[in-house]
């Protein structure tokens, strides 16, 4: 079976008042996100968390997760999360 990347761009709004987000802020974030998305979410085990890259608010997040499919059997599946700290209160 073939390894699939899934790539969600998603920019996440992150209404903290002055508070900067960090590189572990960013990693939590990005599987918050990615939790949301899979079958089993109770089964899932991260691995390989990274930030490719930062530039000014936004994030780029790599993650590896396996869990298991919708027939039981645990799969790995590559995600990239794009995340943009917005640390103002407004849009």
Do not use: W
């Amino acid at each position: 079976m073939k390894n699939k990347t899934f790539i969600i761009f998603l920019l996440s709004f992150l209404l903290n008042s002055c508070k900067e987000m960090n590189d572990i802020d960013a990693e939590q974030d990005a599987k918050k996100i990615v939790f949301k998305t899979l079958l089993a979410p109770s089964t899932a085990e991260y691995s390989e968390e990274r930030i490719i890259d930062m530039k000014n608010d936004l994030y780029l997040v790599q993650l590896t997760v396996d869990s298991q499919n919708i027939y039981g059997a645990k799969i790995r599946q590559y995600y990239l999360v794009v995340l943009l700290n917005k640390h103002d209160n407004y849009l």
